[in-house]
């Protein structure tokens, strides 16, 4: 028997932004008309300029404190010296005619920016997390709810074409009632050592948990795909290795002087090395360690930037896996595990209906109908989205931004303010939980 026909099939259907689709139609770009301002001239600020100015958008104005990147971004664009500035609140306040402020500066640095755009008037692109702390995230979303303008939290899992499809069939019933997600994310050995351990999200005490900077995307993508409210959180995970004791003995504090650097898996050299004609990480993240990807320059970056030093030297505080479990009304779980010890792959996604189950592996979704007993592939052929694991939504993401902004519809983009700030609140009772060793029941809807 075959599995049932899909009526209105998910391939390559838009999820979101399919009404102001119609109107690029004819030609128009997303993003024409649309100029916008960037906080935080970095890898995703950057980023996501490069995508919205090929959609049409102008970049107009860059608050970047540092001078270097700053003017590579400013000389990118094509942007006057005027409108290079060196703090947001000098860029806000000569606030020229901008649609929207894209926010993409660290993660500590997202709240004020958001506020402050949003009472300008303007719409506002914000990476993620909206903030590290329940205070400024709550000022965040009240004020995008008074100002009744477009936001978008950088979210990227739930653009990718593959996502939305996978979003699709739960919404229209062909698996039945969800009874369970499973969820991986590998960060990968030499991912974690770069961001988590020898990199800017190394330091929870001063930045963001590993929930906040990582896994504030899992447990969103997860907990967005099921209409429920959750109402009991779990959590366990520690930073279980990335310590001094276990520093091999002999060790010297950078890998170039080493001479357990031939057998250690965490050599900066050897994963650095790599990366130098790499065709997906010769920009991420090879850029972050050293402006140019040279073995000159590379070999001064590790032997005196942070990207050469020993993973066991205790600069680190962030766990490197942990593992949430969410319970939500009507009986649905979903657990969603982190670690920094596997491969580096895209997440892995398993929904377990009561009609059938999708598998989905960041770029293929497959559908096991158990009527029929058949397995169908259901990936959508789309062309386009390229550049590693992480790039999979970035355009989806810009693309429904522009979108609501032109139709000045923020029902548009599903990763609004409200949402995101729903997500945090899942993310930080799952801290809570770990911190505790408790479950933590909430209260209402979320
Ligand atoms: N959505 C995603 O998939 C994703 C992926 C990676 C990073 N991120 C998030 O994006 C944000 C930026 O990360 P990144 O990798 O681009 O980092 P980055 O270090 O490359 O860029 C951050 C930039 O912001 C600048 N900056 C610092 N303080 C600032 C301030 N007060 N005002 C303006 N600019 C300031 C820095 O000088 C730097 O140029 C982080 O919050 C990170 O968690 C999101």
């Keep these: ?18 009404q102001s689709a119609k109107k690029s139609a004819g030609g128009t770009q997303p993003g024409d008309g649309i100029a916008l301002a960037v906080v ?17 958008a102008k970049i107009a104005s860059v608050a970047n404190p540092g001078a270097t990147r700053r ?9 006057p010296p005027n409108r290079r500035y060196a703090t947001w609140q000098e860029m806000l306040e000569d606030s020229p005619a901008w649609d929207a402020v894209v926010v993409a500066s660290p993660d500590t640095e997202h ?32 004020a995008a709810a ?20 996978l979003a699709d069939t739960i919404r229209q019933g062909l698996i039945g009632q969800v009874t369970g997600i499973t969820h991986f994310q590998p960060i990968g050995w030499w991912h974690f050592a770069h961001s988590f351990v020898r990199g800017s999200w190394r330091s929870q005490a001063d930045g963001s948990s590993l929930l906040e900077a990582m896994g504030v995307h899992d447990i969103d993508w997860v907990a967005g795909l099921v209409q429920a409210p959750v109402e009991r959180v779990i959590s366990f995970g520690s930073l279980q290795h990335f310590r001094p004791e276990h520093r091999p003995p002999g060790a010297a504090d950078r890998c170039q002087d080493c001479p357990a650097e031939p057998t250690c898996p965490y050599s900066a050299v050897r994963i650095y090395g790599r990366f130098l004609d790499h065709p997906l990480y010769s920009d991420w993240p ?45 009986g649905a779980v979903i657990d969603v595990t ?22 989905y592996d960041g770029q293929h979704l497959s559908w096991f109908d158990f009527a029929s007993g058949e397995r169908r592939d259901i990936t959508p052929q789309v062309s386009g989205d390229a550049g590693g694991v992480y790039a999979s939504g970035d355009e989806g993401l810009i693309r429904a931004f522009l979108e609501a902004v032109r139709a000045e519809d923020p ?18 009772a799952a801290e809570q939980a770990r911190c505790s060793g408790r479950v933590i029941s909430l209260a209402g809807p979320n």
């Design 286 to 330: 090879l850029r972050v360690v050293t402006p140019e990807a040279t073995p000159a320059a590379l070999a001064q970056a590790l032997r005196t930037g942070p990207y050469g030093q020993c993973v066991y030297l205790g600069l680190n505080d962030v766990v490197d896996h942990q593992t949430v479990n969410l319970e939500l009304a009507g």
């Design 146 to 165: 008074a100002s009744g303008k477009v936001t978008a939290v950088c979210h990227v899992l739930r653009y990718s074409p593959s996502g939305r499809a």
């Design 1 to 18: 028997m075959k599995p049932p026909a899909v009526t209105n099939p998910p391939v390559g259907r838009p999820a979101v932004g399919s």
């Design 40 to 56: 935080g001239a970095g890898q995703r600020g950057t980023l996501y300029a490069r995508i919205a100015r090929r959609l049409g």
């Design 71 to 79: 003017d590579r971004f400013g000389d990118e664009f094509d942007l």
């Design 111 to 142: 709240a004020e920016p958001g506020v402050a755009a949003l009472e300008q008037g303007h719409h506002l692109l914000l990476e993620k997390p909206l903030a590290t702390n329940p205070a400024a995230a709550s000022q965040l979303a009240a």
């Design 411 to 428: 029902s548009l983009v599903p990763s609004s303010v409200a949402e995101s700030h729903r997500t945090l609140k899942l993310v930080w």
């Design 338 to 359: 982190l670690s920094a010890f596997w491969e580096m792959a895209a997440r892995s996604t398993r929904v377990l209906g009561t009609r059938g189950c999708l598998e």
